[in-house]
């Protein structure tokens, strides 16, 4: 018997759902941005997580190593507002919803809160999917083990020898809107094989991570991190699968090529230079750093795989759900787009099965799925690539307009944004670098991606 195999497959096939109940679960990133164009002051966001407790029906959850509050549960549900990776980042992740509807109602009543008090001092949540003042701010880690792990571990790739040096603490400064969906055995590989084969479109309509005051010729700098740091070592550990899957046995073979990096003992946490898990076992002792940069030398054990995670782009979570995590934040007034493109195409999966089994599309661009999400999230497309992408996502997003109408709980109305781009032949990446050269300020443009309406 395969040790690894079966600890993957006890770990992440055992609470597949066996109802085709479909609940949503939506996590949402945003960047924090001090309007003077410096860094975002601590004082201030600490400030934040009081003002909302005070406030609101949220309680402290968990505190970081100096005693500050990080992490704030809902009294009413399993809602929780955090500190993501960094403390220039607030996350939103949101208890298990029947409706798209419910998390916007939870989300526009948190809003009225955090942004009258950060506006007030001179700071804003902004719906972009990259802190347009990352190179300015303070990006250390927050203070607990996981985040301060994590960034060590990240560091070990760093060479230092290029202008983009702080680019290991990318965690600190990208922001992402994430769905999760619930998945049978029956239906998990075609689910992931089909969101895989649309990351082109996904890369066209969600572009909103530009990295200002570098030089990457991306509108998704997000992917470039986590595919050149110490995640991607091993590209089976991250981004877009190469090639569909035929069955579960099929996928497993390769998420036994992911790997470990980390472990806690004695409720002390480690890390260690990434190891696939399939060759773990071959290993009698494996060097590791504590998080003082401290030698240690640890025994494999199948207590380890509990600390393990793959970070592809379709990531099959413990919780027997679909993680689709390859999207960026996006404009406040389109936050819940990205939920609304999935959840609807998740609820006509044999159509969009279908659809994608011959388009013309991959006809003319082939099925390199990772080339493709590269190519279409460029900053300029040629003529025809850009028409042929339009006509593509005008499908898609009927195909999930008719999966939300069928529903029956108003979610289509989602949608919109999504529509409108297609219209203007423009994304949120695109939108910020024309506001940009016409002469508006970062600040200027944070402020629009953070309110209701263009100006």
């Known amino acids: 018997m395969d040790i690894t195999r079966e600890l993957l497959r006890e770990r992440y096939f055992s609470n597949l759902k066996q109802s085709t109940d479909l609940f949503v679960g939506i996590e949402l990133e945003f ?59 607030l996350e939103f992740a949101f208890d298990k919803a029947l409706t798209i509807s419910e998390v916007d109602a939870r989300f526009t009543r948190y809003m009225a809160v955090i942004q009258p008090f950060l506006s007030s001092h001179n700071h804003l949540l902004t ?44 965690g600190a400064f990208i922001q992402g809107s994430q769905i999760q969906l619930d ?43 986590w ?61 590791a750093f504590d998080l003082l940069g401290g030698d240690v030398v640890l025994t494999p054990s199948p207590h380890d795989f509990k600390a393990h995670r793959s970070y592809q782009y379709q990531d099959l979570t413990t919780r027997g759900t679909v993680e689709f995590r390859s999207s960026c934040a996006q404009p406040m007034a389109d936050t819940f787009s990205v939920a609304a493109f999935h959840l609807g195409l998740m609820c006509e999966l044999t159509a ?16 390199d ?44 109305r989602y949608l919109a944004p999504l529509y409108q781009r297609i219209k203007t032949r423009e994304n949120p990446a695109q939108k910020s670098l024309r506001l940009f050269e016409a002469g508006k300020s970062l600040s200027e443009i944070s402020e629009i991606f953070a309110n209701e309406k263009d100006s």
């Open 31 to 89: 960047p924090i941005v001090h309007l003077s164009e410096t860094a975002v002051d601590f004082q201030v966001v600490f400030s934040l997580f009081s003002e909302l407790v005070e406030k609101l029906p949220l309680s402290i959850e968990k505190s970081d190593n100096n005693g500050q509050a990080i992490q704030l549960v809902s009294d009413e549900n399993e809602d929780r507002i955090l500190f993501e990776v960094g403390y220039n980042t």
């Open 127 to 170: 719906g972009m999917g990259v802190n347009p003042f990352w190179d300015k701010n303070d990006n250390r880690p927050v203070a607990s083990q996981r985040y301060e792990m994590l960034m060590a571990y990240l560091k070990l790739g760093d060479s230092g020898e290029t202008q983009t040096d702080k680019h290991y603490q990318f």
């Open 183 to 225: 998945v049978t055995a029956e239906n998990m590989i075609a689910t992931i094989n089909a969101f895989n084969a649309i990351e082109p479109v996904k890369a066209w309509l969600f572009a909103n991570s530009y990295l200002w005051h570098a030089q990457l010729d991306t509108l998704i700098s997000r992917d470039i991190f």
């Open 227 to 287: 595919e050149s740091s110490m995640h991607g070592i091993f590209p089976e550990n991250v981004g877009v699968f190469p090639k569909p899957f035929s069955d579960q046995e099929d996928f497993l073979d390769y998420l036994n090529k992911t790997v470990l990096f980390t472990t806690a003992v004695s409720d002390e946490t480690y890390y260690f230079e990434p190891i696939q898990t399939h060759d773990y076992f071959n290993h009698d002792e494996i060097p």
């Open 352 to 367: 969009l099965t279908d659809l994608l089994s011959d388009h013309i599309f991959y006809e003319d661009y082939g099925r």
């Open 369 to 412: 799925y990772q080339r493709l999400r590269r190519r279409f999230s460029a900053r300029e497309l040629d003529p025809e690539a850009l028409a042929d992408m339009l006509a593509f996502s005008g499908e898609l997003l009927a195909l999930a307009s008719r999966g939300l109408e069928k529903r029956g709980f108003g979610e289509a």
